[in-house]
C-alpha cells in the first residue's frame, strides 16, 4: 500500500515559463523543488564551475595552508589519514596527488574496517611516530577523534584535521573539538562557509585550491579540473544533497569523466562495462562506487586508492578487474543475506515490528549496512542488522524520515559499548545477549504508527501520456544530475488501459504497451518482479484477462502510474518509453 499525493506548490509559472524559458511542465517541475526565485532558478539551470565559493572562507584554512607550506619548505614528512569508503579514498587521493605536486615528502594510511574500524586510531598514529612522521593531515575523519590526537600531540607530532562529520557532544550538551593544530570542517559552529554539506573528498578539494592559489599555469588549471571529477564520484557516493555547489561539483564532474585521462578510472569503466556510457549519477552511485567500497569492505582500501594512482595500464587493468570481482562476490553475499533476513523476518514475529532488529549469524560485518537498507527499502521500517565480531555484536541501522534512529537509540545507551550515526542511519556494538533486550526496548516506546509507515509517493505533475514527446525527456535532462536532494521529477497518469505485457530481460521486469481513454498508446516498462505484476493483474481482473495479456491480445485491464520519460535506443531505433515507477489496478 502506497499514499499517492500531488505535491503542486504554488508559484508564478508563467512568470517563470517567461524569464526563464521553460515549459509548463517543467516550471511546476521547479517550484516543487523550492525553487520560485527568478535568479534563483537560473543559477539551478546553469551551475558555472567559477560559482565555487573562496575555499579561505573556511575556518582554519589559513592557518592549515601556512602549516603545509612551512612542512614542505622544511622537508617534513607529512601522512595522509584517510577512511576506508569511496569519500574517504578520493579525499586521499586528491590530497595525496596535490601534496606530491607542491614537492612534499607525503604517505598515506587507510584503517582496516574490520581490524582498525573507522577512522584514525591509536595503532595508526603510533606507526607514523614510529616511521618518524612530522605531520599529519586526516581527510573524511578526525572531528571525533579527540583521544587519538591527544596521542599525536603527545609525540609532538603537527595534526591537521579536514571532515565534514558531525561534531561530538559532551554530556551537557557542548561541542568538542580535538586538539589539532588546524581543523577544517563546514560542520564547526564558529565556520561562515556559506555552503555546509561538502563532503570529505570535497573538503580535501578546497584544500587542495587553497593551497595551489598562487600557482596559476595551465596545467595547474587542468590537474584542478580533475581534481572536479573526483569530487563528483565521492558527493554521488557519500549520498550528500545535490544542490548548491555539491550541484555544480556534479554536474560538472559527469562532463569532466567523459575525457577523463586517470589509468585507473578508465580500466574500471572498461572492466565493469561503462566505456563509451554517457555516464551519469547512476554508474557512479552503483557500478563505478561499489566497486571501489568493495576493496574497504572485503579487502583493503588501498586497493582502490592503489587503482586510482596507477601509472601503468597493465597495472590498473589487474586491479579493475580485482576490484569488479570483489565487487560481484560483495553482491552475492549481499543477495544471500538479504534472503536469509527476508526468510528471518517473515518466519517469526519480527514482521510485525514497527523496527526491525534482525542478528545474521556469519554474516560478514562490511555489508550489514547494504543489507539494512535493503531491508528498510521492501519493509519501509527502520531497521537494524546485527553480525559477529570480536567479542560482540556490530550493528547497522537505517532509518526512514519519520524515526531519528540516533535518538531514539541513545535512549537506551547502556545496551551499547559503542554507539554512533544520525538521524536516518547509525553503528553500534554490544554483548550478542542484549540484542532481544534493545529490540523490545526499541518497539515497545516507539511513536510510531501504522499510519507512518506506509510509504509515500511525491508527484510533481498529473502529465497525460499524449504530452510525452521526445522535446519534454530533453528538457528535463536540465534538471539533471539527478540524486538525493534533486530528486529525479515524478509524473502519474491514470486508467491506461493495458494492450500487452510480456516478461523482459532475465525476468528483470514487465515491458507493457498502455493506451489511454482516446487511443494514443506508448511504451512502458517496469523494473520488478514479473510473478507479483502478474498475480495482481489476475487478482484484479481475473484469470481470463491475464492470458489475454501473455498472448498479446488486448485485454480490459486498466492501470495507473507514476512514471519518469525517456527515450529507450536499442539497434539504431529510437521510442519514447514510460519508466514506471509505481502501479495500481482498479477495477472501473
Known amino acids: 500500500m502506497e499514499n499517492w499525493v500531488l505535491i503542486n506548490k504554488r508559484a508564478d509559472f508563467e512568470l517563470i515559463m517567461k524569464e526563464c524559458g521553460v515549459s509548463a511542465v517543467l516550471a511546476r517541475c521547479l517550484a516543487n523543488k523550492g525553487l520560485t526565485d527568478i535568479e534563483q532558478i537560473k543559477g539551478y539551470l546553469n551551475p558555472k564551475l567559477d560559482g565555487q565559493h573562496d575555499p579561505f572562507l573556511l575556518a582554519d584554512m589559513q592557518k592549515a595552508c601556512e602549516l603545509i607550506w612551512n612542512k614542505i619548505k622544511e622537508g617534513k614528512s607529512i601522512r595522509i589519514i584517510g577512511d576506508y569508503d569511496v569519500d574517504g579514498v578520493v579525499a586521499t587521493y586528491i590530497l595525496y596527488r596535490t601534496l606530491l605536486r607542491l614537492g612534499a615528502r607525503v604517505s598515506y594510511d587507510i584503517p582496516d574496517r574490520v581490524n582498525d574500524g573507522y577512522g584514525i586510531n591509536v595503532r595508526i598514529v603510533e606507526a607514523a611516530y614510529n616511521d618518524q612522521i612530522d605531520t599529519i593531515l586526516t581527510c573524511d575523519n578526525g572531528i571525533a577523534a579527540i583521544e587519538q590526537i591527544e596521542k599525536a600531540k603527545q609525540y609532538n607530532m603537527t595534526v591537521i584535521v579536514t571532515d565534514h562529520h558531525s561534531l561530538v557532544k559532551a554530556e551537557d550538551g557542548s561541542l568538542l573539538l580535538p586538539p589539532a593544530d588546524a581543523i577544517i570542517n563546514p560542520q564547526r559552529p564558529d565556520c561562515g562557509y556559506p555552503f555546509k554539506g561538502l563532503c570529505?573528498?570535497?573538503?580535501?578539494?578546497?584544500?587542495?585550491?587553497?593551497?595551489?592559489?598562487?600557482?596559476?599555469?595551465?596545467?595547474?588549471?587542468?590537474?584542478?579540473?580533475?581534481?572536479?571529477?573526483?569530487?563528483?564520484?565521492?558527493?554521488?557516493?557519500?549520498?550528500?544533497?545535490?544542490?548548491?555547489?555539491?550541484?555544480?561539483?556534479?554536474?560538472?564532474?559527469?562532463?569532466?569523466?567523459?575525457?577523463?585521462?586517470?589509468?585507473?578510472?578508465?580500466?574500471?569503466?572498461?572492466?565493469?562495462?561503462?566505456?563509451?556510457?554517457?555516464?551519469?549519477?547512476?554508474?557512479?552511485?552503483?557500478?563505478?562506487?561499489?566497486?571501489?567500497?568493495?576493496?574497504?569492505?572485503?579487502?583493503?582500501?588501498?586497493?582502490?586508492?592503489?587503482?586510482?594512482?596507477?601509472?601503468?595500464?597493465?597495472?590498473?587493468?589487474?586491479?579493475?578487474?580485482?576490484?569488479?570481482?570483489?565487487?560481484?562476490?560483495?553482491?552475492?553475499?549481499?543477495?544471500?543475506?538479504?534472503?536469509?533476513?527476508?526468510?528471518?523476518?517473515?518466519?517469526?514475529?519480527?514482521?510485525d515490528d514497527k523496527i526491525l532488529v534482525v542478528y545474521l549469524e556469519d554474516c560478514h560485518e562490511s555489508i550489514a549496512g547494504i543489507i539494512a537498507g535493503r531491508i528498510r527499502e521492501k519493509y519501509n521500517k527502520p531497521t537494524i542488522i546485527f553480525t559477529d565480531a570480536h567479542d560482540c555484536v556490530k550493528g547497522s541501522g537505517r532509518s526512514i524520515e519519520q524515526y531519528n534512529m540516533i535518538e531514539e537509540l541513545q535512549k537506551h545507551r547502556h545496551l551499547f559499548l559503542k554507539l554512533g550515526g544520525h538521524p536516518m542511519a547509525a553503528g553500534m556494538s554490544l554483548q550478542k545477549e542484549n540484542i532481544e533486550q534493545l529490540r523490545s526496548l526499541l518497539n515497545g516506546t516507539t511513536s510510531l504508527t501504522e499510519k507512518m509507515l506506509i510509504p509515500k509517493v511525491a508527484i510533481d505533475v498529473h502529465l497525460p501520456i499524449a504530452y510525452v514527446s521526445e522535446a519534454l525527456v530533453k528538457e528535463l535532462e536540465i534538471l539533471e544530475p539527478f540524486g538525493k536532494g534533486n530528486e529525479r521529477p515524478l509524473f502519474a497518469e491514470k486508467n491506461l488501459r493495458i494492450r500487452s505485457a510480456m516478461i523482459v530481460g532475465n525476468n528483470a521486469g514487465v515491458k507493457l504497451r498502455l493506451a489511454d481513454i482516446n487511443g494514443r498508446s506508448i511504451e512502458a516498462v517496469y523494473f520488478?518482479?514479473?510473478?507479483?505484476?502478474?498475480?495482481?493483474?489476475?487478482?484484479?481482473?481475473?484469470?481470463?484477462?491475464?492470458?489475454?495479456?501473455?498472448?498479446?491480445?488486448?485485454?480490459?485491464?486498466?492501470?495507473s502510474i507514476t512514471y519518469y520519460p525517456n527515450i529507450n535506443e536499442y539497434n539504431g531505433f529510437r521510442n519514447l518509453q514510460l519508466n514506471i515507477q509505481n502501479y495500481k489496478f482498479q477495477l472501473q
Open 200 to 351: 570529505g573528498a570535497a573538503v580535501a578539494y578546497k584544500l587542495s585550491l587553497a593551497l595551489l592559489k598562487n600557482q596559476t599555469d595551465s596545467d595547474t588549471s587542468d590537474f584542478i579540473r580533475e581534481l572536479v571529477s573526483f569530487v563528483a564520484i565521492a558527493t554521488v557516493c557519500d549520498v550528500m544533497d545535490l544542490v548548491g555547489e555539491n550541484r555544480i561539483f556534479v554536474k560538472h564532474g559527469l562532463e569532466l569523466l567523459k575525457s577523463t585521462k586517470n589509468r585507473g578510472l578508465l580500466a574500471l569503466m572498461d572492466a565493469a562495462g561503462l566505456a563509451g556510457t554517457r555516464l551519469n549519477t547512476f554508474h557512479l552511485g552503483y557500478i563505478i562506487g561499489p566497486c571501489l567500497n568493495a576493496s574497504g569492505r572485503l579487502d583493503t582500501a588501498k586497493m582502490g586508492l592503489g587503482l586510482l594512482l596507477a601509472e601503468k595500464a597493465d597495472e590498473a587493468a589487474r586491479l579493475a578487474a580485482e576490484l569488479v570481482e570483489l565487487n560481484n562476490k560483495r553482491k552475492s553475499m549481499t543477495k544471500k543475506n538479504v534472503e536469509k533476513a527476508v526468510a528471518l523476518i517473515e518466519g517469526s514475529s519480527i514482521k
Open 528 to 559: 520488478g518482479d514479473p510473478a507479483i505484476f502478474f498475480k495482481q493483474i489476475e487478482g484484479c481482473f481475473g484469470a481470463n484477462e491475464l492470458r489475454r495479456l501473455q498472448t498479446g491480445r488486448s485485454s480490459n485491464a486498466t492501470i
